[in-house]
């Protein structure tokens, strides 16, 4: 496996607000996270970090996530957890009102692939060079276009695209959903919305598929991209890529 994480305030932000990593332990297991923070007081970055840093103390804490079943109790269990976390915080700071962040993640074993996600970061499975999103947004535009009162082409211009239906530390319960992924992918890319509202799935292919390119340079290569067109917002990315002849 290859693979590497990078985040970028942009162009526009004062501050990042997204945290992002890849984790791998002694069995050749690997969780990928990014997670956009959002609130008052840089309280994004302190929701954001939260997730990262739970998240990859407790995984390095286990030698093996064990099965499928295990891998999604182990998530549910610690998501709530950091859900937790994030709403007491803000009660304890109430200058920190509105504090949340979303969470996007992957986790890989030689028999799985999981996806997970809340809010609106991506998660993407690769296959023949070609990105498939696995992950659902949870955005009040999104639910529009499934009760068919948007296109999808209005709603990627609506003025409330951005809107969340669901954040980590919203409430004091938060449901991840999970996506059970064929571990044939050939890769693996999770996003903040900084990426996917700068470009298109066809713009990052194409990053992506150029075989000059080592997988730090396509990483670097589309967050220049994103704030050549404006960095707009925070922009994060963690891939991972199966090296050829690597057994699914």
């Not at 286990?62 to 099965?67: K, L």
């Not at 992957?106 to 060079?129: E, P, V």
């Not at 999103?133 to 003025?159: Q, R």
Request: net charge negative; aromatic share 6%.
């Amino acid at each position: 496996m290859k693979s590497f994480y990078l985040t970028d305030a942009g162009k526009v932000r004062s501050h990042n607000e997204d945290s992002v990593t890849i984790l791998k332990n002694s069995n050749n297991e690997y969780l990928m996270i990014v997670a956009d923070g959002m609130g008052g007081h840089r309280a994004g970055e302190v929701a954001s970090s939260m997730v990262v840093t739970h998240m990859g103390k407790r995984f390095s804490e286990i030698s093996s996530i064990g099965n499928k079943v295990d891998a999604i109790n182990w998530l549910n269990d610690n998501i709530s957890e950091i859900n937790q976390n994030i709403f007491n915080y803000t009660i304890d700071h109430p200058e920190s009102a509105g504090m949340g962040t979303t969470v996007v993640l992957a986790l890989l074993t030689k028999d799985y692939l999981i996806f997970g996600n809340i809010g609106d970061s991506s998660g993407f499975a690769i296959k023949n060079n070609k990105l498939h999103k696995v992950t659902h947004d949870h955005t009040l535009v999104n639910l529009l276009v499934e009760a068919g009162d948007l296109t999808e082409e209005e709603a990627k211009y609506h003025p409330k695209k951005n809107v969340l239906m669901k954040a980590l530390g919203g409430s004091e319960k938060v449901e991840l959903d999970i996506f059970d992924v064929d571990t044939s992918a050939e890769g693996i890319l999770l996003c903040s919305d900084g990426l996917t509202n700068m470009l298109t799935n066809e713009q990052i292919e194409k990053v992506l598929e150029d075989q000059e390119l080592d997988i730090e340079e396509k990483v670097i290569k589309l967050i220049r991209k994103c704030n050549a067109r404006g960095g707009n917002d925070n922009i994060s990315i963690a891939y991972l890529v199966k090296e050829s002849g690597e057994l699914a």
